[in-house]
């Protein structure tokens, strides 16, 4: 049992799966996230997202995710409103919960869209907690309390295990370090990435068409920096449209 004021009673424990690791000009292909009552899940969200890019090799590799399972799936524009309405008020919890945030933050800021969060993040407190552990990955503090991921590397699956590993934790750690086991704000400074100009799209797939080139992205949903990086990519590999 846990007593005193200072317990989480109710949080929301978030998981992502994405094509990369920078939220800057990586996409976000899944999310997963379960409200949690006094340890116990009271209700899940999960949906695929649409990335808008081809989804890496190595990517798939890791979480099964392939690019017919997005295809369909709404970008993350259309997913927001819904999502932050399931994330509600309540604290978020995660594992090296920054980096998840970062990624909703990104999104958020570029549709003009308030997301401030206070969380709990699974990583610091394995770290003050478990200092002589030789790895303090999700897979590996799972399988070191022997918490099972049937389905790893997919968003719900782990944030559930991330849940259930906040709970054993709690359990053996929180009296002795109770700092690390208080929400604090989450702070992920990002800059509103503005959609690409008409005249930069339509440049852009003159390129494409002139020098036959085949890519693995959707245009229409390029950011002005990442279409002026691939304009300058075709430009400096394939050269000029030639009159």
Known sequence: ?????????????????????????????????????????????????????????????????????????PGITGLLTELFAFLGEDVLLGHNLIFDYSFLKQAAINEKLSFEKQGVDTLKIARKALPNLEHRTLEYLCGY????????????????????????????????????FQPGKLNYKAKRQTAATKNQLQRLKELIDYHKISIDVDVEHLSRSEASRLTDKILSTHGKIQS
Do not use: W
């Open 1 to 73: 049992m846990h007593e005193g004021k200072d317990m989480l009673e109710c949080y929301v424990v978030l998981d992502l799966e994405m094509t990369g690791l920078n939220p800057k000009k990586d996409r976000i292909i899944e999310i997963g996230a379960a409200r949690i009552k006094q340890g116990m899940v009271v209700e899940e969200y999960e949906t695929f997202v649409n990335p808008g890019i081809k989804i890496p090799d190595k990517v798939t590799q890791i979480t099964g995710i392939t690019d017919d399972m997005v295809k369909s799936a």
């Open 145 to 180: 309390y022997g918490i099972a991921r049937e389905n790893g590397h997919r968003a719900l699956c782990d944030a559930i295990a991330t849940a259930q590993l906040f709970e054993r934790l709690r359990e053996e750690y929180e009296t002795e370090f109770n700092e690390v």
